[in-house]
């Protein structure tokens, strides 16, 4: 699985951002995605993910109601989205795209946490930066 994550970049407070993660590679429709970031001198955290399903979604408590991730699929590529509105000075931080698989055997399909231990594969991380 490949993922490559796009969309950051410098937003002032208040405003909106979307990032993209294109994943590709065979059977997507058993891994889940998430969104994760790394702020400078904190521990990477996870943000948003969604489940295999598409029916599940968590996030963190940090970002509810503002942040939404969706996953959409053509041919077999699979782009993951992260919509954030109402950006915050402490929304700044590395994000990056991650990926697990968990098809119906593993009794996980249908999961949508959000650890980052739990993550298989990881994309590049792409910068968000909000001004304050």
């Known amino acids: 699985v490949q993922l490559q994550a796009s969309g950051g970049g410098l937003v002032q407070a208040g405003g909106s951002l979307t990032l993209s993660c294109e994943a590709s590679?065979?059977?997507?429709?058993?891994?889940?995605f998430g969104w994760f970031r790394q702020a400078p001198g904190k521990e990477r955290e996870g943000v948003a993910c969604i489940s295999s399903s598409s029916s599940s979604t968590s996030y963190a408590d940090s970002v509810k109601g503002r942040f939404t991730t969706l996953r959409d699929r053509a041919n077999r590529v699979h782009t993951v989205s992260l919509q954030m509105n109402s950006l915050k000075s402490e929304d700044t931080a590395v994000h990056y795209c991650?990926?697990?698989?968990?098809?119906?055997?593993?009794?996980?399909?249908?999961?949508?946490?959000?650890?980052?231990?739990?993550?298989?594969?990881w994309g590049k991380g792409t910068q968000v930066t909000v001004s304050s």
């Open positions: 590679g065979f059977t997507l429709d058993y891994y889940a």
């Open positions: 991650a990926a697990d698989r968990r098809d119906l055997y593993s009794g996980r399909f249908y999961s949508s946490s959000c650890n980052v231990d739990d993550m298989d594969h």
